[in-house]
């Protein structure tokens, strides 16, 4: 019998050759060994009856590809608050960085024990460590569009995203939404809402305000750069602010399946 790498490597060369991405043969690949073709499929990579079965549906149909907005802005910009909203208007999954990592310290692990001392310190977290958190929450959904709250919050995050999550499912962001919010107006905001965070404190609410100015504004610039960035201004009420959000993603609703 030859071996499922010896097989892999034959499909991913006749999936190119009908015109699949390479994105999408990781994908396909990524189901091995338990996947089987369709006769249709089968057909057309001029594969062997061996994977062929009726049970298990087409691995072409079964890729999925994502609506993914990120979501940026200073610490106390509204930004979870807004979130939460779109989620239930949009029917959009809410992926909170900052949640899954709290989640993580919660967790007890040696990780978390790591997140929480650098959180601690206003620091930000080692990129491997959150994008693998959203990696395994994007794949243990069942959703096809999320907002990924408060990452990437450096170009390291970035890049990382793109070397791990992109590489995976086969796509960039879709969408930056950006909340452009007053530095005085986000530390009195944090201050304000009592939450009993670790990072809820004047000293490193003021850190955590410096590492967002020298690290997420490049970000933001890259993304501009490519058209994807909407600017929202985060003044005003909960409910101003939403206003300016629903309009925009009203606008996307037909494009993208939005509820």
Not at 58 to 86: E, M, W, Y
Not at 132 to 159: C, M, V, Y
Not at 169 to 181: R, W
Request: overall charge positive; glycine content about 6%.
């Amino acid at each position: 019998m030859i071996p499922w790498r010896s097989w892999s490597w034959l499909i991913g060369k006749q999936c190119q050759a009908i015109g699949f991405s390479f994105s999408d043969n990781l994908l396909i690949l990524e189901q091995a060994p338990l996947l089987f073709v369709s006769k249709q499929i089968q057909h057309a990579l001029n594969l062997p009856a061996l994977f062929t079965t009726e049970t298990v549906k087409d691995a072409v149909t079964s890729i999925r590809r994502p609506f993914i907005t990120f979501v940026l802005g200073g610490p106390g910009s509204g930004k979870g608050t807004q979130c939460a909203r779109i989620a239930s208007a949009f029917g959009v999954a809410h992926l909170s960085a900052g949640d899954l990592l709290r989640e993580e310290i919660s967790s007890k692990s040696t990780n978390g024990e790591l997140i929480r001392s650098i959180i601690k310190e206003g620091k930000i977290v080692p990129s491997e460590i959150t994008v693998n958190l959203i990696h395994k929450a994007i794949k243990s959904s069942t959703a096809d569009k999320f907002l990924i709250d408060g990452f990437p919050r450096s170009e390291e995050n970035r890049i990382a995203f793109e070397r791990i999550v992109s590489f995976l499912i086969g796509v960039e962001p879709d969408l930056v939404l950006f909340f452009d919010c007053p530095e005085e107006e986000m530390v009195k905001r944090v201050l304000g809402r009592n939450q009993g965070r670790i990072d809820d404190n004047i000293e490193t609410i003021k850190k955590r305000l410096k590492v967002f100015e020298k690290l997420n504004l490049p970000v933001i610039s890259y993304y501009s750069a490519k058209g994807k960035v909407h600017k929202i201004s985060a003044k005003g009420s909960v409910d101003e602010i939403f206003e300016k959000v629903h309009q925009l993603f009203s606008s996307l609703k037909e494009a993208n399946g939005f509820a």
